[in-house]
């Protein structure tokens, strides 16, 4: 069965340093996609990387980037130069590619709290 | 519509009343997906529609829970003689497709409290 796993509850980083927020998973599709959600404390869930099961290189988008690191079925956020502004909760997540559902399987997430 | 829409914002019912929770996507989104997100937890999923094939039901955790989509667009979320443990905030989300790589728009939820 599908398994999103982010064993990090809390985390806390400097302003300006970076940091990194760890997700494994495990599935048996060869096709899938890896998702990073970031929800503060207003609520709404804001998407913020792709990683697909094929692609070569690891996504990157403005300070976010992941890396994946496919034979350890691991797909790390790493921000770069942390704002006051990151301080949430993030959350990782799975879509299995052949199953013709599409849905998502979702971390329990890591909350992140930059310190000024 | 420029977003997902949910409504009401906020539900207070008492038990065993019948609560609908109501979702309008992004005009165009085939993709419609609803999850429940229960204090400090992480998303757990309940339905997904897709065009007009059949959902995927298979999050739906008891016959108390039922979801429709209407005309491909508008999704209401049943749930009957409320419980307790019902208390959470619902999510919907949409989508171009199952398949997009931008993952889903969602909306800013239904906080259910069931007193």
């Known amino acids: 069965a599908q398994k999103i796993t982010q064993t990090q509850p809390g985390m806390f980083v400097q302003e300006k340093e970076a940091v990194t927020l760890d997700c494994t998973y495990d599935t048996s599709d060869p096709s899938y996609g890896l998702f990073w959600y970031k929800q503060p404390s207003s609520g709404e869930m804001i998407f913020l990387i792709y990683q697909g099961s094929y692609d070569q290189q690891n996504a990157t988008e403005g300070r976010y980037s992941l890396n994946f690191q496919k034979a350890r079925k691991s797909a790390n956020l790493v921000i770069s130069a942390s704002q006051l502004g990151d301080s949430a909760m993030y959350f990782c997540a799975m879509r299995e590619g052949t199953s013709g559902t599409y849905k998502y399987i979702f971390g329990t997430g890591t909350r992140l709290k930059v310190l000024a | 519509g420029a977003g997902v829409s949910q409504s009401p914002s906020n539900k207070v019912t008492e038990k065993g009343k019948d609560v609908e929770l109501r979702c309008d996507p992004i005009?165009?989104?085939?993709?419609l997906y609803w999850y429940r997100q229960s204090l400090g937890q992480g998303l757990e999923f309940l339905i997904y529609f897709q065009g007009n094939s059949a959902p995927d039901k298979s999050g739906l955790p008891s016959d108390r829970f039922s979801a429709e989509r209407t005309g491909g667009s508008v999704s209401t979320l049943t749930i009957q003689r409320t419980q307790q443990e019902d208390s959470a905030v619902y999510l919907c989300a949409s989508s171009l497709g199952g398949s997009s790589n931008y993952g889903y728009t969602f909306g800013s939820g239904t906080r259910l409290t069931v007193v």
């Open positions: 005009s165009g989104h085939t993709a």
